[in-house]
């Protein structure tokens, strides 16, 4: 059945309940002409974060019907005029991210065929992100989905915490890329206990800078977990190592000899830096499988430490990751309302929700506004 949103309709977050985790953020007061917001996905948890993005801007959400056809062909239909307006298309990715993709780039072709002055994508988690370096004999897939966006009409992109932030440069528009740690430090500060008697861990080498940021302005020592349980993804076979075709040799030509170099090997998973009778903090952008978190727990247990957090952006969580966090030793894991996660919180109380509402309202009203958007990233490091 179709899926159908009408204008007026009251918000499920009035603004006197929304939480307390306001980060400075207030209500705006914007002109409700000259721009929509619309809500390109039929799940619920889009339906809500757009209904509460435009409580606190004061519009009305954009009528549309976003739905699959009997042949899973999915089918748009704005039902308003948005010619010569700014419209701004909230999507949240789901569990089934091609049909989240599919169901973007149509309402962007449908708004452009309408006439929509300027597209912008609130695209809070970007999906195919991890796909953003040659692996093997594969693609950069999000250079890929980067054109695909660009050519169905999207003139703007309004996301969160990029997997690498060189990803904005595959794109031929502007990138607005929020940062959360603000959110997730004040729920830190606020929200655990004892907090100046903790350490914030950084999983790995690669991920201490996005930790000593958090760990700077929090005054908190920092600790780096180094090498691995098995090996990861870099060190997978990628076709160097093949043996070259068999071809004719030119006569008195022994070929090019290259020195021979050491194979790397990644010793057992150790800790640098004391977290012994302290509160450990894990911070990473995304949580989706979560067997190295589990493992990287168990070992700061192992340590000393008495209570574990984890501090993440995106909480994808798939497959059975909510088993595996209820049965681990991590004591909470908090991640934002970037990605639905409903199902997962259901199945595994130690989850829980950062809103981040404010800031992507501000975003959209800024950019309509053609206002400076330095105000969001106010002390906050590039490393972030």
């Known amino acids: 059945m179709p899926i159908r949103r009408f204008a007026g309709q009251k918000s499920l977050f009035p603004y006197s309940q929304t939480p307390?985790?306001?980060?400075?953020?207030?209500?705006?007061?914007?002109?409700?002409?000259?721009?929509?917001?619309?809500?390109?996905?039929?799940?619920?948890?889009?339906?809500?974060?757009?209904?509460k993005i435009t409580e606190r801007l004061g519009v009305e959400l954009g009528k549309s019907v976003v739905y699959q056809g009997s042949n899973s062909e999915t089918k748009v239909e704005v039902q308003e005029s948005v010619r010569g307006q700014d419209i701004f298309i909230i999507q949240t990715i789901p569990r089934d991210v091609n049909t989240a993709i599919m169901e973007?780039?149509?309402?962007?072709?449908?708004?452009?065929?309408?006439?929509?002055?300027?597209?912008?994508?609130?695209?809070?988690y970007f999906p195919y992100s991890k796909q953003c370096k040659m692996r093997k004999r594969g693609s950069i897939v999000c250079k890929l989905l980067a054109s695909m966006l660009a050519k169905a009409g999207l003139t703007h992109i309004i996301t969160m915490d990029l997997h690498q932030k060189e990803i904005q440069g595959f794109f031929s528009f502007p990138v607005d890329n929020l940062r959360a740690s603000p959110f997730l430090i004040?729920?830190?500060?606020?929200?655990?206990?004892?907090?100046?008697?903790?350490?914030?861990?950084?999983?790995?080498?690669?991920?201490?800078?996005?930790?000593?940021?958090?760990?700077?302005?929090?005054?908190?020592?920092?600790?780096?977990?180094?090498?691995?349980a098995h090996h990861s993804e870099l060190d997978m076979p990628d076709g160097r190592q093949s043996p070259p075709p068999l071809s004719r040799t030119t006569p008195g030509h022994t070929g090019l000899e290259l020195p021979l170099m050491m194979a790397k090997e990644k010793p057992p998973i150790t800790v640098v830096g004391d977290v012994g009778g302290?509160?450990?903090?894990?911070?990473?952008?995304?949580?989706?499988?979560?067997?190295?978190?589990?493992?990287?727990?168990?070992?700061?247990?192992?340590?000393?430490?008495?209570?574990?957090?984890?501090?993440?952006?995106?909480g994808l969580l798939s497959a059975d990751a909510p088993r595996l966090l209820e049965d681990s030793a991590i004591d909470e894991v908090v991640v934002t309302n970037t990605v639905p996660h409903e199902v997962q919180k259901l199945q595994c109380p130690k989850i829980k929700t950062v809103d981040v509402s404010m800031i992507l309202a501000e975003a959209i009203r800024r950019t309509h506004n053609g206002e400076s958007m330095a105000y969001l990233f106010r002390n906050i490091a590039v490393d972030d």
Not at 104 to 124: D, R, S
Not at 289 to 314: N, S
């Open 278 to 314: 302290r509160i450990a903090i894990i911070v990473d952008d995304i949580i989706d499988d979560v067997e190295d978190f589990v493992a990287t727990a168990e070992i700061l247990k192992e340590r000393g430490a008495y209570k574990i957090y984890i501090m993440a952006t995106h």
């Open 186 to 228: 004040q729920y830190i500060q606020e929200e655990i206990p004892d907090y100046r008697n903790a350490v914030i861990v950084a999983r790995s080498p690669s991920s201490a800078k996005r930790a000593q940021s958090y760990a700077e302005r929090l005054r908190l020592g920092l600790a780096v977990m180094h090498g691995e």
């Open 20 to 51: 307390k985790l306001s980060y400075g953020y207030r209500k705006m007061n914007v002109s409700r002409s000259g721009y929509r917001v619309f809500s390109a996905n039929s799940s619920t948890a889009c339906i809500e974060l757009a209904k």
């Open 104 to 124: 973007l780039l149509v309402m962007a072709y449908a708004l452009k065929t309408n006439c929509a002055k300027n597209i912008i994508g609130v695209i809070p």
